[in-house]
């Protein structure tokens, strides 16, 4: 047999490994022709076709891959399980901490208090209100220990504690006041975090706070929108803006500076004096057009415009100004939406020195508030008028296009040919009484239906079957009376006339039976006779 030889020509040797020809050893001529003729297109050296390769061996079968699952399981529960410790901790550190700044008052805080500043919320456990102030007043707390503020912050059960509740005159839940000494300072702004702390920082100062230089004038001007300055030396008039201050301090800043410290733009006629600083400028005091010291600051305390919610139109109600509103939709940017805010702001701007004495300007986002105040569905945007003092309103005869418009509105009110609207009277309780209680009805049903069901349906239904058993009732109670009786009750208002009659009827009835009936003889008489003789 032949031989197979197969291999590579050496560089410079006598093989022909460079032109790509194997060379072949123990094999015919003819076999050579036929592998160069059959593989001509092999780059490289071509070689001949050998033994049957053998088929590639199968890898040995792999094992399945084992499942992990079980051990992700526990991981996944472990890691669980560490969330929820993280969480317990959390929880428990952050009622430790509000523990810590938020105290619990009982009946000793009386005498306790006297010692300290205190910010008190005195709630009800069943009021709603205070529960959704309660994680806003724990944030006071936290933030006025943070800034290391003198103040103490506490909360009283009204409803265990109360003779010490209304010793301070608590009449509603929650009732937030700050108590410095003896006295006692309510709060009545929006229950938000900053408005409180504000409340409480400017309460607990000073009454009239010293600006002993112009810089520090200039900062107070960039830091509050509305404040009062008393300039000058002592004077009555200063114990005057004192007396004022400690009533007021509630809603307001007060400052007092000498003539040196005040800003060159101020011009001042006279010595001393109160100014009043807002809207971007500066008002004095004038005893005799603005009368008395404590009246006029109660109607400056607010800016010349505002936006007006609950809280600022129950505070407006203070001032005896009317209020003059542009209810609208602030997401709404139509041309009638902003061109009735603009036009309202320009009257409160530009027509100031005619109506400030008389008017309070601003707009109100939405009408739900406004509407369930008068009692009414106003159409947005609108204008109204507000007299808060007797709950009377005005509405414009016409669409308010421009700010000539607005002010003979305004004026109409004024000289009254505008006509009002609502008021206090008995008709207008009685209207609020049943506007109040469809209110809450119509409220509980699109808030839980389920809920009115039950609050309204269950009575509703209990009623009902109460009613419907007292009709149908026995009169007898269910008794077995004889049958005359039954038959006098069935009979029901039969008149005593017609009762004596039927007697008659049966008396005759008996006497006719007794003269038909045919008369004993002797042997019949003779044993009654010896009956009564015995009985005689």
């Known amino acids: 047999m032949n031989e197979w030889r197969w291999g590579r020509a050496a560089p410079g040797g006598g093989g022909r490994g460079v032109s790509g020809r194997v060379r072949l050893r123990g094999r015919p001529e003819r076999m050579r022709k036929s592998v160069r003729a059959t593989l001509p297109w092999l780059p490289g050296p071509v070689l001949p076709p050998g033994p049957p390769a053998r088929p590639p ?151 009239i706070r010293p600006l002993p230089s112009q810089p520090m004038f200039e900062h107070v001007q960039k830091r509050h929108r509305v404040f009062f300055v008393y300039i000058g030396g002592e004077s009555p008039l200063k114990e005057k803006f004192i007396e004022v201050a400690s009533e007021l301090i509630v809603y307001t800043y007060f400052f007092s500076a000498s003539e040196d410290v005040v800003p060159e733009y101020i011009t001042l006629n006279e010595m001393p004096a109160v100014l009043v600083f807002k809207d971007e400028t500066y008002f004095v005091y004038d005893e005799y057009e603005d009368g008395d010291l404590l009246s006029w600051i109660n109607k400056e305390r607010f800016q010349s415009y505002l936006t007006v919610d609950g809280f600022t139109l129950y505070e407006l109600g203070d001032t005896g100004k009317l209020v003059a509103i542009a209810v609208i939709d602030d997401k709404n940017t139509s041309v009638e939406h902003t061109r009735l805010k603009s036009v309202i702001q320009e009257v409160a701007k530009d027509y100031r020195d005619h109506f400030h004495r008389s008017f309070q300007f601003g707009h109100m986002d939405g009408s739900d508030y406004i509407n369930s105040l008068l009692m009414d569905e106003l159409k947005v945007p609108t204008v109204v008028v507000l007299n808060t003092s007797n709950q009377q309103y005005f509405l414009p005869g016409r669409s308010i296009e421009s700010t000539r418009d607005m002010v003979q509105f305004i004026n109409n009110i004024l000289d009254g040919t505008a006509e009002a609207q609502g008021g206090d009277g008995i008709f207008q309780r009685f209207k609020r009484v049943i506007y109040d209680a469809k209110s809450t009805v119509v409220s509980v049903f699109k808030s839980s239906p389920l809920l009115g069901c039950f609050l309204f349906g269950l009575p509703l239904g209990v009623i009902s079957i109460m009613c419907y058993g007292i009709y149908t009732a026995d009169p007898d109670g269910g008794g077995g009376g004889s049958e005359e009786h039954t038959q006098m009750h069935v009979r029901g208002p039969q008149s005593r006339e017609l009762m004596e009659e039927e007697e008659e009827e049966e008396e005759d009835r008996d006497d006719e039976d007794k003269e038909n009936s045919p008369e004993p003889s002797d042997d019949e008489r003779a044993p009654k006779d010896r009956l009564e003789k015995k009985k005689d």
Not at 92 to 101: K, P
Not at 150 to 158: E, F, H, L, N, R
Not at 176 to 196: E, W
């Open 57 to 207: 061996a199968r890898p040995p079968a792999m094992a399945e891959p084992r499942t992990h699952a079980p051990r992700l399981l526990l991981l996944l529960l472990l890691r669980l399980l560490l969330l929820l410790l993280l969480g317990a901790a959390a929880s428990v550190l952050g009622v430790t901490l509000e523990a810590g700044v938020i105290e619990d008052l009982d009946d000793s805080f009386k005498e306790s208090r006297k010692d300290d500043i205190w910010l008190v919320d005195f709630y009800a456990p069943w009021c709603g209100h205070c529960k959704k102030l309660e994680p806003i007043w724990n944030e006071v707390g936290l933030e006025m220990r943070s800034i290391g503020s003198p103040v103490k912050v506490g909360k009283m059960d009204a409803t265990s504690y109360s003779s010490v509740a209304s010793e301070f005159g608590v009449r509603g839940y929650p009732t937030i006041k700050l108590l410095k000494g003896d006295l006692a300072y309510n709060y009545r702004g929006p229950r938000t975090k900053d408005d409180i702390i504000e409340f409480a920082n400017r309460v607990s100062g000073p009454l």
